[in-house]
């Protein structure tokens, strides 16, 4: 069973049907072919019961009242059955009375004897043509044909009835050569097998070619259906591994947020307010408040005053600066990476070696605005930490992907343990748009690279 599962509906049809087909068309044929046998022998029989009786019903007596024929009678038939045509197709004769009597035989011996009555004979005696082929009974009337003829004969029963009153009276009994009768039958036969078993295979292939077509449209139905369900599987997957990297890179951008509230709140605490709060404490010197106090020392303190607030406003500017971007969104790519060296240059002082070949493909503005952070951030790790020396920034296009690297010859630092707050958020903001993000550090220097797939603008 399992392995009869494992074949096709198809395949399932062709055994099926096949041996159903072919019971079918051996008991079709076999009733059939009775059916032909039985029909060619009664009409057969029929026509040769005519032409006998014919010939013969002249030439007897009164049945009614004669219970044996004279001996002119018994050369007449002799002389008849023994001439002409009718000699010929007649290997045997008899004739018989109600009782079983033989009235008359070729077979001389058996004139006068009593049998019992056959069958054949009670159905003949009832007023029915009874035929059989080549189905000699193995009794003691029977045994002349068997010696004297080889060839394959038809027994015929033809009842004999009275002219006027159709009563029967006697059954005549002869054997019929059968020679062409056994080829016009087998002929017969063989046709009908052919036919049954023509229209059986006819049925066989037409129903196999709907059932096999059928067939086909369902494997071909099944495997698209089991290529969705894989590619739904792998959607489901995808989306659930989605779901879960989105959560973990909200609640990552919160904490990050969060933490770049604190670094603003720390950066207004340590610089601009110390100096606004040191401006205040100044408002309130005696030299202000004394009124005898000289000119020169008012002066003198005010300036400073007005140094220290300056100064205060200059670091809230410069915080300012670092959190607002600068119209970037319809600039070239390469043109963010020269704007975000050089305020870096101008900011810091130092000089940083750009290497950019001449041209990029353009990406989109969530990718622009995360190159020039990228490049702010590294360059201001690489000044915090590495002192700004041997300071690079590199871009490249390859194989449909634009690599964007921020070098320096610091210290470096252990990646895996103090990766700070702003390399954290910018590696979640690389990797939130399908970017890579990579670092590499050690006593020689930091290496930090950014990997974006950029496709070509139509």
Request: glycine content about 8%.
């Amino acid at each position: 069973m399992p392995r009869w599962g494992r074949l096709s509906l198809a395949l399932q049809f062709l055994i099926a049907g096949g041996i159903g087909l072919l019971v079918v068309m051996l008991v079709v044929g076999v009733w059939v072919t009775s059916q032909i046998r039985q029909g060619v022998m009664r009409n057969s029989a029929a026509t040769t019961a005519l032409y006998v009786d014919s010939v013969i019903a002249p030439l007897l007596p009164d049945m009614r009242k004669s219970r044996e024929l004279d001996d002119t009678v018994k050369r007449a038939l002799d002389e008849t059955l023994d001439q002409g045509a009718l000699g010929k197709r007649l290997a045997s004769f008899k004739l018989w009375r109600r009782d079983g009597t033989i009235l008359y035989a070729k077979d001389t011996t058996l004139i006068g004897k009593v049998f019992e009555p056959n069958a054949n004979l009670v159905s003949a005696f009832s007023g029915n043509v009874v035929a059989e082929y080549n189905d000699l009974d193995d009794d003691a009337e029977s045994r002349y044909e068997k010696k004297t003829v080889a060839g394959p004969l038809l027994e015929i029963y033809n009842p004999v009835r009275e002219p006027w009153s159709g009563e029967v009276v006697a059954v005549s009994e002869f054997y019929e050569v059968a020679d062409d009768f056994e080829s016009s039958l087998n002929a017969a036969l063989w046709q009908s097998w052919l036919v049954v078993a023509g229209a059986t295979a006819a049925a066989l292939v037409l129903l196999s070619g709907i059932v096999f077509r059928g067939s086909r449209t369902i494997q071909t139905q099944r495997a698209a259906l089991e290529a969705k369900i894989a590619e739904l599987r792998a959607l489901l997957s995808q989306n659930s591994s989605l779901r879960e990297r989105v959560q973990h890179a909200s609640r990552r951008a919160t904490a990050l947020n969060e933490r770049y509230l604190r670094r603003i709140g720390a950066d207004l605490h340590d610089g601009p307010a110390q100096l606004v709060a040191l401006a205040a404490l100044r408002m309130d010197s005696p030299i202000l408040l004394d009124p005898g106090a000289s000119t020169a020392l008012r002066e003198a303190e005010i300036a400073d005053i007005h140094k220290t607030l300056d100064e205060a406003i200059r670091e809230i500017r410069g915080i300012c600066n670092g959190l607002v971007l600068p119209q970037i969104e319809t600039a070239a790519v390469l043109d963010i990476l020269r704007l975000a060296v050089a305020e870096h240059q101008r900011r810091t002082g130092t000089s940083v070696l750009l290497t950019l070949p001449k041209r990029l493909r353009e990406p989109g503005p969530s990718e622009k605005i995360s190159i020039y952070r990228f490049v702010q951030e590294g360059l201001n790790n690489a000044y915090r930490h590495g002192k700004g020396r041997d300071q690079a920034v590199k871009a490249a296009m390859k194989g449909g992907k634009l690599f964007v690297e921020v070098l320096d010859g610091g210290p470096g630092f252990d990646p895996a343990r103090s990766e700070g707050l702003g390399l954290a958020g910018l590696r979640e903001r690389i990797e939130s748009i399908g970017g890579q993000f990579e670092t590499v550090s050690g006593p020689q220097g930091t290496r930090l690279v950014i990997t974006l797939t950029i496709e070509e603008q139509s």
